[in-house]
Structure formats: structure tokens, C-alpha cells
């Protein structure tokens, strides 16, 4: 696959999922039925090893085995496909792409090192490193709220600077504050925030989503993107009911019941029922969405937001 440039990064990007059996196994055909919808959805791009790919979770044989998958996939497919390399460890982080960087995907995706948050210098070492290693493949830096070091505006702007080989960003997004000191940024860089809050985020000068609402319906988060772009009043105004939809439903998968990130992306497929035979499970010892949490989830949005649905 050619490597992206940070202006032709845009649009809707699905996660992979990490598809488990009861005994924690990865069930990869499964993962082949996953990646072949995202395909027939027409989505964007296609990206694995994120959170909800428990990339901290994975074996190396079960990352390589999971990046081979996603590659011939999607390169049979034509379909731009990024490949998260994040681990804790730095050096684990470098081994990953190496090994992944024969599989020439568009892009990759970092985290920095997380066991001790690492200083702006450390960081640039880590993220120059990682560029001389992947060049010409591009890096796109994952930086969550849940990060160690949450990377301020000016602070990517040194980043922007200093490593040419990163060319975008997955990151929450912000206020008007945020946004206002991000332009620089967002006219150099493809900067992606989550799924809920695209049709905004575009509006402020965002480029897409790596989507936690192509977790509920692919193919819905893929119209309402075309949407956004083609009718921005009405992206808008269907955004507003998803954003509404997910603060009442799904951000309390979190804040009131004390899951994670990653539980909250798994519940949605669930609920979306998109891909039959997935489950919720995470593995040992993150705890998953109960089918309790997931029916009235499944049942709501199909009320709030039925367009997302075939």
C-alpha cells in the first residue's frame, strides 16, 4: 500500500476489534469476517492495534498474525489501512515496526512510552527514532485522555516542527480554546477525533475519525460522514443526536460502571449487531459490558439514531 500523506488522511477509519473466544483465544476467523465488512462498508481506512484492539493485551506472534491479516486484506481490497505499533515498552514498540514495516501499510500509529511519562526531549528522541525506522511510511501519534503525557497544542507543535516523518494525530479534541491554538497543527497535520464528535470537529478544522461509531454500524458512521462532508447543516444536525445519544447510552458505560475505553467500543458492536458471533469480552483482567448494559444501548440507538442503521 502507498503511504499516506497527512492531506490524504481524512474521513472515517474503523478499528479492529479484537475478536475473543470464551478461553481468550483470538478467534481469527472471526477477525477475517470483521475486516471483510469494513471492506463492503467502504469505509475510509481501516486501523488495529488501537485500544479496542488490545494491543496491550496481544502476544507478538499474535500481533504479527493480526497485522498479516489486516494487510492482505486490505490490500486486496485497495484499502488504506494504518498499523498501531504501540506498546509500553519502547524498544517492544521499535521491534513491532520493524517487523510490521514489510507489510507497507499507509500509515502507522504510536503511542509514547507509558510505563513513566517521558519528558518533551524523551519524547522527540522516541518519536525520531520511530520515524527513521518507518520512513517512507508516515506516523500518526495516538494520544489519548488515559496517556501518561497528554501532549498540549504547543507541545505538538514542537512535534510538527521537528519530526517530518509524523503527519497526523488521534487525539479527543478540545473547546474553542483548543481548537484556536491548534490551527497550526490542523494546517499541517490530518488530525482525527472520535467518532461522536465528527460532524463538529470537522466543522473546527478536524480532518475525520478513527471511529467509535463505526464500532456501532460501519457502514452508518460511513454515511454520516459523506454526509458531514456533502450537508454539513444536516451532518450537523444528525450529529447533535448522536452526541446525545452517546453521552446518555455509552459514555456511562465508563463513568457509571467503571469500564473502559475499550469495553465501551466492544459493547457498541455488540449492540450494533453488525457482526454476528462477536462478543464484548476483554481480556483477562479488563472486565466487559454485561448483556444487562448492552440490550437497552442496542434498543436505544436504534430509536435516536436509526439512520446509522441499514
Avoid at 123 to 132: C, G, I, Q, V
Avoid at 147 to 173: D, N, Q, T, Y
Avoid at 258 to 269: E, P, T, Y
Amino acid at each position: 500500500m502507498r503511504p499516506l500523506s497527512a492531506h490524504e488522511i481524512r474521513g472515517n477509519w474503523a478499528t479492529v476489534l479484537l475478536p475473543l473466544r470464551d478461553d481468550d483465544t483470538i478467534d481469527f476467523c472471526l477477525l477475517e469476517a470483521e475486516l471483510d465488512y469494513f471492506i463492503s462498508a467502504r469505509v475510509n481506512g481501516v486501523y488495529s492495534n488501537g485500544s479496542a484492539g488490545e494491543f496491550h493485551a496481544q502476544s507478538e506472534d499474535e500481533f504479527d498474525r493480526i497485522c498479516v491479516t489486516l494487510a492482505a486484506k486490505c490490500g486486496a481490497a485497495v484499502l488504506p489501512f494504518q498499523i498501531g505499533v504501540s506498546h509500553s515498552h519502547a524498544t517492544a514498540a521499535l521491534a513491532r515496526l520493524v517487523r510490521a514495516k514489510p507489510l507497507a501499510p499507509s500509515a502507522f500509529q504510536v503511542t509514547l512510552p507509558d510505563w513513566f511519562p517521558p519528558s518533551m526531549p524523551e519524547a522527540l528522541d522516541f518519536l525520531r527514532r520511530m520515524a527513521a525506522e518507518a520512513a517512507p511510511i508516515p506516523l500518526v501519534i495516538y494520544n489519548p485522555p488515559h496517556a501518561k503525557r497528554r501532549l498540549a497544542p504547543e507541545e505538538l507543535g514542537v512535534i510538527a516542527r521537528e519530526v517530518p516523518g509524523v503527519v497526523g494525530m488521534k487525539v479527543s479534541g478540545g473547546d474553542d480554546a483548543w481548537y484556536q491554538a491548534m490551527k497550526p497543527v490542523l494546517g499541517q497535520w490530518s488530525v482525527f477525533i472520535p467518532g461522536h464528535l465528527l460532524a463538529d470537529g470537522l466543522r473546527r478544522g478536524a480532518h475525520g475519525a478513527y471511529s467509535n461509531v463505526a464500532c456501532l454500524s460501519p457502514t452508518g458512521a460511513q454515511r454520516w460522514y459523506e454526509l458531514c462532508v456533502n450537508d454539513p447543516e444536516a451532518g450537523a444536525a444528525l450529529g447533535l443526536r448522536i452526541g446525545a445519544f452517546w453521552a446518555e447510552h455509552i459514555a456511562p458505560i465508563i463513568t457509571r460502571h467503571g469500564l473502559s475505553n475499550m469495553a465501551a467500543d466492544k459493547a457498541a458492536v455488540v449492540a450494533g449487531g453488525w457482526l454476528p458471533g462477536f462478543s464484548a469480552r476483554l481480556r483477562w483482567p479488563y472486565r466487559s459490558a454485561t448483556s444487562a448494559i448492552i440490550r437497552p444501548i442496542a434498543v436505544a440507538a436504534r430509536a435516536l439514531v436509526p439512520e446509522l442503521f441499514p
